[in-house]
């Protein structure tokens, strides 16, 4: 079993890094792996194929360890909003939705309503901009099939109750969008339907890996438009010159054959987190984003976040007034500290890696900040 700290200790990245929401620098791990079968396709040695072949069973096994779904539920993806795409162009009926949720899921929706011709979306007017199982209460009707939601706000880091979702919904599935969570959410997935995420951020895999795991329920609702030869049963042993049926469950959902070094990529990463436990990654999250609000507090900066560890995951986000955000904005960029800004809000995001260098980094730009505005 690996530890924390051997875990922070594959972590490269330089004090400064709050961005992790956005992207996550890869581990020495995952770039040894990939170098080794990067290697291993270059090299084309009799039998080689076999190691990058072995990969899709490997990557099923990976994510089944952290999500809890069994391993031929799931099936690999290159990024989340594809697994989104097969999902919601598989769905008849309508889809309840936030108006707010990053685009990924709203526009895979509006696309598939005007493309099909047999899904919905429905919008939810929001209490307080969050998506809660009371409103989602209030918005139920008997022609709703589907909720769909983000694991985690992609503007504010509020955390959604799941459970208190599935409890509300019934029988209906629950899609969800897990990017802003996957990896160091200890999150209740075993009430979800469908779980879509990719592993550039807070798996820190890179760009091209992901997945989608679906509930038997989901598997014998959603049906796979999208489905190529990847997903036939050609892959079985079938002619090319019949008529190709789709595979069973999760596999249909695939258009052809994925990257076996992304593959690869996404097994690596995912098996070091599960041999930590998410919930002790969790953990570690929660202190530094306490950390984060604290430093926030201590400049009378606004924070926009929930302040209630249950209600957050590893994003925080400040709100200066408005003559304060290009100071703020080049105080952290002046003292190496890597954010998001967007429109009036900045969101800062802490990982494992994010260690006391950067939160020194932090507190230097912010005392810059502070000097320049109230001085």
């Known amino acids: 079993m690996t530890t924390i700290d051997e875990l922070i200790s594959g972590y490269t990245d330089e004090p400064g890094y709050f ?28 039998g080689s194929e076999v190691a990058l072949t072995e990969q899709a069973g490997r990557v099923r096994r990976a994510v089944s360890a952290v999500v809890g779904f069994p ?17 919601l162009f598989g ?19 509006t696309r598939a309503a005007a493309a099909m011709r047999v899904l919905e979306p429905v919008w939810m007017d929001l209490d307080h901009d969050v998506v809660t199982p009371a409103v989602v209460q209030r918005h139920l009707t008997d022609r709703v099939t589907a909720v769909a939601v983000s694991l985690v706000d992609y503007r504010t880091g509020y955390l959604v109750d799941l459970e ?28 979800a339907d469908v779980i879509a995420s990719g592993g550039q951020k807070w798996v820190r895999a890179g760009w091209g890996t992901g997945f989608l795991a679906l509930s ?74 306490s950390r984060l609000i604290d430093i926030a507090d201590e400049f009378a900066l606004p924070v926009v976040s929930p302040r209630d560890e249950a209600e957050r995951a590893g994003i925080v986000v400040l709100e200066p007034s408005p003559e ?18 967007r429109d009036t809000t900045v969101r800062l995001s802490v990982h494992l890696s994010t260690d006391d260098d950067s939160f020194d980094l932090l507190r230097g730009a912010l005392t810059s900040f502070g000097t320049t505005v109230y001085y």
């Open 19 to 46: 961005d992790f929401a956005k992207w996550g620098p890869i581990s020495r791990p995952v770039v040894e792996e990939e170098r080794a079968l990067v290697d291993v396709q270059a090299r084309a040695r009799f």
């Open 71 to 87: 391993a031929d539920q799931v099936v690999f993806q290159p990024d989340t909003s594809s697994g989104l795409v097969h999902t």
């Open 91 to 109: 769905l008849t009926g309508q889809v309840l939705m936030s108006p707010r949720d990053y685009p990924s899921g709203p526009v895979a929706a």
């Open 164 to 191: 208190g979702i599935r409890q509300v919904i019934g029988d209906r599935l629950l899609i969800v969008d897990a990017i802003q969570g996957f990896g160091v959410v200890d999150a209740p997935y075993g009430v």
């Open 216 to 289: 038997e329920r989901a598997s014998a609702t959603l049906t796979p438009v999208f489905s190529g030869v990847a997903g036939t049963e050609l892959r079985l042993g079938g002619s090319y010159h019949e008529t190709l049926p789709t595979l069973p469950g999760a596999a249909a959902f695939q258009i052809t054959n994925p990257d076996p070094i992304a593959q690869a990529r996404f097994s690596t990463a995912l098996e070091g987190i599960a041999s930590v436990g998410v919930a002790a990654i969790s953990r570690e999250i929660a202190d530094r984003a």
């Open 324 to 341: 304060q955000m290009t100071t703020l904005t080049a105080a952290l960029l002046n003292h190496g500290v890597t954010a998001t800004v």
